[in-house]
């Protein structure tokens, strides 16, 4: 295994288990599921520096985990593929764009907009038997508007809380975000020190 690969395996590793870690440090817990955290977080700051391969199996190990560890609100295996191992799994879409200037707060954002489009299917889909339904002291009976408030709350808040703390480690952790492929360029063109 190359040195590239194990570094790689070794971060995703960790920032797996720094997701997970964060995933426990909830604001808000909603009833069915879903909560306001930061957990992915780290699975972001990741897929701004890896490639596809790495940040889709970063973003799946973590998707494992919170099944594992988190999913008393699984309703049998199509909730848990939805709910847990898709959703989360697409996050690593935030490697798209980890070559782009700032592309770490791009990546975010598409990101968490495709974990809410697998949350409102899922809730469309599985949790309609739920209508009506009140959340927010809100009545709901229709189930795509039940399901894009419900899981919209959480994710809007989790968007932010991400943006803004990736805002703030932008500048202190600016090489961590260069792409592995521009590191490794600059250090052939530098050739060896003296």
Not at 49 to 70: P, T
Not at 92 to 105: D, E, P, S, T
């Amino acid at each position: 295994m190359t040195q590239t690969k194990t570094r790689a395996l070794t971060e995703g590793a960790l920032m797996v288990a720094a997701a997970t870690a964060l995933s426990y440090v909830k604001l808000l817990e909603l009833p069915q599921g879903g909560s306001v955290c930061i957990g992915m977080l780290p699975i972001f700051l990741y897929c701004a520096r890896w490639g596809c391969k790495e940040s889709f199996l970063a973003s799946f190990a973590y998707g494992l985990l919170q099944l594992i560890f988190d999913g008393a609100y699984a309703w049998g295996p199509t909730s848990m593929l939805l709910d847990y191992v898709l959703a989360f799994g697409v996050l690593g879409v935030a490697c798209l764009f980890r070559k782009q200037k700032g592309g770490v707060f791009v990546g975010t954002v598409v990101g968490c907009v495709c974990r809410f489009i697998v949350h409102f299917i899922s809730g469309v889909t599985i949790y309609r038997i739920y209508e009506p339904t009140e959340v927010f002291n809100t009545t709901f009976t229709n189930p795509y508007l039940y399901s894009a408030v419900y899981n919209g709350s959480y994710m809007v808040i989790d968007l932010v809380l991400c943006l803004v703390i990736t805002a703030l480690l932008y500048r202190p952790l600016s090489r961590y975000f260069a792409p592995q492929e521009t590191v490794a360029a600059v250090k052939r063109n530098q050739g060896p020190e003296l």
